[in-house]
């Protein structure tokens, strides 16, 4: 097909149809976002709620076919797309990394590790998994969470009261603490064949709960590196992904792989991968849900990419007169505290 329907209209659909361009491609966009960066590069852009039904189904007639840039889409709204036209990833996808108790259950039953969890409903079930767990622990929105948002530290002296009161939620996980020695992600590609293409391991510093840094490539031992790439590629194969799988994992001191969470779309620490790999990850996506040939993986120069965050985009006039350095800035409107504003890629 010739005109690829992204649903959500962020910074990740925006780089997606600018290589989807690159490579030919139209790009109709579909979201609620009134502040949208996709509106200011794709052909089209439907700005409508998830459950517009007349809405979505004039978008199906419009794009060959579809994917997506947030894994919170409705379930419900990638079952009506997909009866209609090809949508990758598909709702059994999206079901598991909706919900982090999915997400870790389903790494559990391939045994692949998480951080140690308990499912909690209330504040007595709280208490229990705190009797469990112990602290330091991290009490989590199973549902919707991003940037570190819906998530709670615990320590020996919390109010676990105001710490589930502080949630809004009714489901809810707690999470042992990982004292680990990096955190680091991999990027897999799958088309509807089988076929796949792991980017390199990165490690993703964090500061504040939102990613700081990605250091590409990562600073671990070759069987760390072999064992995140397994569990990637192993994740994306058993939860038969068409699109992009990213896989969050924690390298604990002794060399343990951890599943932290998965995100089936294009991920913040690939964007690295713009400047300084054969392939960036949004061309992957296009050529994944497309059915063409994957593209190469291979790290160009070792590289870091720097988040720009809220007023940090201010800088973009010394970035731009830096030597090396790759920025992209995402065109919204409002630079809000905590938001990702672009980010800058540069060898290292
Ligand atoms: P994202 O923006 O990546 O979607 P999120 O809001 O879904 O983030 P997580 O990835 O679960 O949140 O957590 C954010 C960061 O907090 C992790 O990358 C890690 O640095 C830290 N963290 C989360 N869970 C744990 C844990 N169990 N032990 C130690 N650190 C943790
Ligand atoms: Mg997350
Ligand atoms: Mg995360």
């Known amino acids: 097909?010739?005109?690829?329907?992204?649903?959500?209209?962020?910074?990740?659909?925006?780089?997606?149809?600018?290589?989807?361009?690159?490579?030919?491609?139209r790009t109709h966009a579909y979201g609620p976002d009134g502040d949208s960066p996709c509106a200011q590069v794709v052909s089209i852009e439907t700005l409508a709620a998830f459950d517009d039904w007349a809405a979505l189904e004039a978008f199906a007639k419009a794009v060959d076919v579809v994917t997506l840039e947030w894994e919170n889409i409705p379930t419900a709204t990638i079952d009506f797309l997909a009866a209609r036209v090809p949508t990758f990833p598909g709702a059994h996808v999206l079901a598991v990394a909706q919900d982090r108790l999915e997400e870790k259950t389903f790494a559990n039953n391939l045994g692949i590790g998480t951080a140690p969890f308990r499912a909690v409903t209330g504040v007595d079930s709280?208490?229990?998994?705190?009797?469990?767990?112990?602290?330091?622990?991290?009490?989590?929105?199973?549902?919707?969470?991003?940037?570190?948002?819906?998530?709670?530290?615990l320590g020996p002296d919390s109010d676990l009261v105001a710490a589930w009161e502080a949630l809004r939620t009714d489901s809810a996980v707690l999470e042992g603490f990982v004292t680990f020695a990096c955190e680091v992600s991999v990027i897999v590609a799958r088309r509807a064949d089988g076929v796949m293409a792991a980017f390199p391991v990165v490690e993703n510093r964090h500061a504040k709960g939102i990613l700081d840094e990605t250091l590409?490539?990562?600073?671990?031992?070759?069987?760390?590196?072999?064992e995140a790439a397994r569990i990637a590629r192993t994740l994306t194969e058993a939860l038969g992904v068409v699109g992009l799988l990213a896989v969050e994992m924690f390298v604990t001191p002794d060399g343990q792989v951890l599943v932290n969470e998965v995100a089936p779309r294009p991920h913040n620490s690939g964007h690295w991968t713009m400047d300084f790999c054969a392939t960036s990850q949004f061309e992957q996506l296009v050529r994944a849900v497309c059915?063409?040939?994957?593209?190469?993986?291979?790290?160009?120069?070792?590289?870091?990419?720097?988040?720009?965050?809220?007023?940090?985009?201010d800088q973009w006039h010394d970035l731009l007169a830096e030597p090396g350095a790759r920025l992209h800035l995402y065109g919204k409107a409002e630079a809000r505290p905590g938001r990702k504003m672009g980010h800058v890629n540069r060898p290292r």
């Open 216 to 226: 590409v490539p990562a600073a671990v031992t070759p069987a760390v590196a072999a």
């Open 1 to 25: 097909g010739s005109t690829i329907g992204m649903l959500g209209n962020g910074q990740l659909g925006r780089m997606t149809a600018l290589a989807a361009a690159n490579l030919g491609y």
């Open 291 to 313: 059915g063409l040939p994957l593209g190469a993986t291979d790290i160009m120069a070792p590289c870091m990419m720097k988040n720009l965050i809220g007023d940090d985009a």
């Open 126 to 153: 709280l208490r229990a998994a705190v009797a469990d767990l112990g602290t330091p622990s991290i009490l989590k929105s199973a549902r919707m969470g991003y940037d570190g948002k819906g998530q709670v530290r």
